[in-house]
């Protein structure tokens, strides 16, 4: 029984890094072409927050505008959490983008067999450069 259940657990993370890392790419695609909307419209219910829409295609173009276009990610860590409100995939990537590398960190959640953005951190130098 453990060890199906191990097998579960594993299966689940390697399904989890595929599925993230094609929404990642859709996220860097929209992101590149300036769809911050797009973006809103798509994540979850728990990132697009009623009464944050305006602050938060701010933070995406100001993302934009200070790192450029998104290139190469590299998958750094990836995590599955199963509870009752969902499964949530955290993944981290170290990601080139035009301006300079960065580090992000998405919080997706499960939904119908997708995942949709729940959550999304960068963190770069080059938003201490002026």
């Keep these: 029984m453990l060890t199906f259940y191990a097998w579960q657990c594993g299966s ?4 989890s890094r595929g599925s993230a ?3 990642v790419r859709h996220f860097h695609q929209e992101l590149n072409d300036n769809q911050y909307e797009q973006i809103y419209l798509e994540a ?3 990132f697009s927050e009623e009464g944050k829409h305006v602050e938060l295609v701010k933070f995406l173009e100001a ?3 200070k790192l450029g276009n998104a290139g190469a990610e590299r998958l750094l860590n ?3 959490n199963a509870g009752t409100d969902g499964t949530f995939v955290t993944t981290e990537y170290d990601t080139t983008f035009a301006g300079g590398s960065a580090i992000e960190t998405f919080t997706w959640i499960k939904k119908r067999g997708a995942l949709k ?3 999304y951190n960068v963190q ?3 938003f201490l450069s002026q």
């Excluded at 689940?12 to 399904?15: D, H, K, S």
Aim: a negative charge; glycine letters at 10%.
């Design 12 to 15: 689940a993370i390697v399904l």
């Design 21 to 23: 890392n094609s929404a």
């Design 44 to 46: 979850s219910e728990g």
């Design 117 to 119: 953005l729940y959550g």
């Design 124 to 126: 770069s130098n080059t």
């Design 63 to 65: 993302i934009h505008t």
């Design 78 to 80: 990836a995590t599955v």
